[in-house]
């Protein structure tokens, strides 16, 4: 059982390029996170998904955009990256019922030059 | 929106001795799930323990446990007979119920050392 998987692992864009991290999920989770993790700052929150088809935004989503086509899937994409959106990015899925914690990836560390 | 206040940025602990890593955090609702998150440096987040709000008993799970006090909003960790690989960054998470999304509303993170 695989869990979270996300792609890639390490990337580094100038600036203005754009970029989709793939996030994927094997548990048949409803709900799945972006998360982004920033020194001193904890992690916040950039935009999440009820389900398939559906997406909503976050405490961050300035300079996001995101899609939920398949229900294991959650992509998110950067149209034209700047320097601040330098971080390592976490994915996370979990049941609809509160009890449970997230499921993380294992993160992705984005450097845009 | 809720808010998780971790104030110990960094924390040290000797090699079998006992650490407190302190988290409150500030909501109007009276049912909710409080989580501790450890990030080791290969950056990836395990769960460590849990804890349901409308449960008084202090949730423990082998070498950690809780000391959750409600109406002060408090949810301190200590991990007792600390090891080397208790070194890691970790994040007192906060999870309403319900809540649209059900996201969690994390902490900024204390950073533990243990000493040989």
């Known amino acids: 059982n695989a869990g979270v998987t996300q792609t890639p692992k390490f990337r580094v864009l100038k600036t203005g390029q754009s970029m989709t991290l793939l996030c994927a999920q094997d548990?048949?989770?409803?709900?799945m996170y972006w998360y982004r993790q920033d020194p001193g700052m904890g992690l916040r929150l950039i935009h999440y998904?009820?389900?398939?088809?559906?997406?909503a935004k976050g405490e961050v989503p300035d300079g996001y955009n995101v899609s939920r086509l398949k229900k294991q899937n959650f992509l998110l994409g950067l149209e034209s990256a700047a320097p601040s959106q330098t971080s390592v990015y976490f994915c996370?899925?979990?049941?609809?019922?509160?009890?449970?914690?997230?499921?993380f990836g294992s993160g992705t560390r984005l450097t845009v030059v | 929106a809720q808010t998780v206040t971790q104030s110990q940025p960094e924390m040290s602990v000797q090699e079998a001795e006992t650490v407190t890593l302190s988290c409150t955090y500030d909501?109007?609702?009276?049912?909710?799930?409080l989580f501790w998150y450890k990030q080791p440096p290969s950056r990836q987040m395990i769960l460590v323990i849990r804890?349901?709000?409308?449960?008084?008993q202090n949730a423990t799970e082998n070498r950690f446990s809780v000391n959750f006090q409600k109406a002060a909003k408090s949810f301190s960790l200590k991990i007792s007979d600390s090891q080397l690989g208790d070194a890691a960054m970790y994040f007192c998470?906060?999870?309403?119920?319900?809540?649209?999304?059900?996201?969690?509303?994390f902490g900024t993170g204390t950073s533990l050392t243990v000493i040989p």
């Open positions: 909501t109007s609702e009276s049912d909710y799930y």
């Open positions: 998904s009820v389900g398939e088809g559906t997406t």
């Open positions: 804890q349901e709000a409308y449960k008084q």
């Open positions: 998470a906060y999870r309403s119920m319900p809540n649209t999304g059900n996201q969690f509303y």
């Open positions: 548990m048949n989770h409803e709900y």
């Open positions: 996370a899925s979990s049941y609809w019922t509160t009890a449970y914690g997230y499921t």
